[in-house]
């Protein structure tokens, strides 16, 4: 069982970056279903508080980035990107069309967040959107407040993207041919 401090760490982490069915995670740590589920309704809450105290919580409101992080030195360059998380499939023909994404081939969740370059420092979870939804959009949607001193950078997928800050960059596709 969850015997350490360590153990319930684990516990919360592997919950957190698979969010695997209560079940699995159950066998993963050698308890049943309703004891995994008590544990993330304890555990979660405490994780979060935890990453709030110490700073390391994202900012999640759009309005207040802008605030949060400009007296940040190693905001300055900045990296933004979408991130999917794989999700159980929707029973309902909708919802699946909705959160299928085509470019991962499967049904998921998802983010776009903003991470320092210099410290790896995620300064900006965006709230979560269906899989099937493009980074830019979910950008736009979000309508983030940066900072003027940052430096973006971002990929493809957020082609025509330019808000309001020093700088962005972004890699040109390739040339390169299938062949």
Known sequence: MLASIEQKLLFALVYQKSYPVQSIMGEL?????SQA?????NLLPILKQ???????EPERDPKKFKKSEQDQKDASDSIIDGTERRRQRPKEAKKQALH??????IHSDKNVIIVTAKKKRVSYLSQT???KMHDKKVADTEQISYPKHITLHKDTGFQGYEPKVRKTYQPKKS?????
């Not at 935890?50 to 390391?56: A, M, P």
Request: a positive charge; aromatic letters at 16%; zero cysteines.
């Open 29 to 33: 740590f050698g308890m049943g279903q």
């Open 37 to 41: 589920n008590e544990w993330i309704h």
């Open 50 to 56: 935890t990453l709030d105290d110490l700073g390391y």
């Open 100 to 105: 299928y994404s085509g470019k991962k081939k």
């Open 129 to 131: 959107y269906p899989g």
């Open 175 to 179: 040339l390169a041919r299938k062949t």
